[in-house]
């Protein structure tokens, strides 16, 4: 799985670089283009000469060495990776990066990378347990950073435990696990929000406005999501699905409930699906008490709610894609695409709730999807989970092409 991978190897400064070397010629027969960072104290171990004869590429060692010019060596590193490995990871580098500090060429080249990576930490087995270095692993996890555990056994200060650095062959074979994952998971670490049923607009304490959304295309979408390896939150108007336990679920009544929740959540997402049924008009007064009948005629007013997509379509920024859905009773395709460019959308999902096996309540819809490049994909009949999984095709497609 790593063949033809662009793998950069951080090394830091401890007795398991000798290791690393290793690591790297493992890496090389399994067919990775390996680049080398080493910091100064693990030059005091190995020599670069060592890891150059390796891996035949250039080892970078110095902040200042800018041999070429034409760009800057650690961005150009770190925009070079596809995975980015620290090995051996020592206390001191992963305090270093857990706290956003950058004094050398490992740490400056790891704040600029957006590419994958893994730390595979080696160093006494005190050092592994203490509190700050255990905190630190744990900061790192949080930023998506995956570990590969250290082995127990006899460690180069004479102690027996856990810290010695995983057997290069070891990481390698974890190293491909690790991209086989995350090639059958394209939206890991991607932060998405789905919203989800109906909203209700309430007149008293025993009365309330609303629609017949089910919630469950949203539920659908969000499961699909999350499947796929996305950070999904769930933002679920009153409805009696339940959802996965992975998905972070937020549960509102009202349009501006959901407004607020979402809007919450929107700076820091990738992506936003709006599928919600979400309320277009409240009324402009209700009562504490309830409303007793009268004799004549009931006249009611109402006001608007906030538009929620016209809103996130005014925010958007270029690196998120937003999605909406158009729930239409005639002249569905003329509704849709004049929605999905007046709110500036990137994708909208439009159905004829009148059409048989479409709509609400039912486990089954009919949609055309359509983009913002004209691109317009008619599905048939299909439960809502394939539905689900055909939006979230056409969402990764429009992710790879922005990214090329």
Not at 86 to 112: C, F, H, Q, S, V
Not at 158 to 186: C, H, M, N, T, W
Not at 229 to 256: F, H, Q, Y
């Amino acid at each position: 799985m790593i063949s033809g991978k662009k793998i950069l190897l951080c090394v830091s400064g401890g007795i398991a670089v000798y290791k690393a070397a290793a690591l790297t010629s493992k890496l090389v027969q399994a067919g990775a283009v390996v680049k080398v960072l080493m910091s100064q104290s693990a030059k005091q171990f190995v020599t670069p000469l060592t890891f150059q004869t390796l891996s035949r590429n250039e080892v970078h060692d110095d902040t200042f060495a800018e041999n070429n010019p034409k760009v800057v060596a650690h961005i150009d590193l770190a925009d070079w990776a596809d995975i980015v490995v620290i090995a051996p990871a020592t206390a001191n580098i992963i305090g270093k990066i857990a706290n956003g500090i950058a004094d050398d060429m490992i740490t400056t080249t790891l704040l600029a990378t957006v590419a994958p990576v893994v730390v595979a930490p080696a160093m006494n087995v005190h050092m592994y347990e203490h509190p700050a270095v255990q905190k630190n692993m744990k900061t790192l996890q949080t930023f998506g950073y995956t570990f590969i555990e250290p082995d127990e056994g006899f460690l180069a200060c004479g102690y027996v435990g856990k810290g010695r650095l995983a057997e290069p062959e070891d990481i390698v074979q974890q190293l491909s696990e690790f991209v086989k994952s995350r090639e059958s998971k394209p939206l890991l670490h991607k932060k998405i929000i789905v919203t989800a049923g109906p909203t209700q607009e309430k007149l008293d304490p025993v009365r309330f406005f609303t629609n017949h959304s089910s919630g469950k295309m949203g539920f659908a979408i969000a499961e699909v999501a999350a499947r796929l390896g996305a950070d999904v939150t769930l933002v679920a108007g009153p409805t009696s699905l339940s959802a996965s336990p992975t998905i972070r679920r937020v549960n509102v009544t009202t349009a501006e409930d959901m407004y607020h929740a979402v809007i919450d959540e929107f700076a820091t997402s990738d992506i936003i699906i709006k599928s919600a049924a979400v309320a277009d008009y409240r009324p402009k007064q209700s009562d504490d008490k309830k409303m007793k009948k009268q004799t004549g005629p009931l006249i009611l007013e109402f006001e608007r709610t906030k538009d929620i997509l016209q809103e996130l379509g005014q925010r958007k920024q270029p690196n998120q894609l937003l999605v909406g859905f158009a729930a239409e009773t005639n002249d569905v395709e003329a509704y849709a695409i004049e929605k999905l460019e007046r709110k500036n959308l990137d994708v909208i999902i439009a159905n004829d709730i009148t059409a048989p096996g479409a709509g609400f309540q039912v486990d089954t819809n009919r949609v055309t999807i359509m983009t913002k490049d004209k691109e317009k994909i008619v599905l048939p009949q299909l439960s809502k989970t394939e539905v689900a999984e055909e939006i979230m095709k056409v969402i990764i497609d429009l992710m790879a092409g922005d990214n090329k």
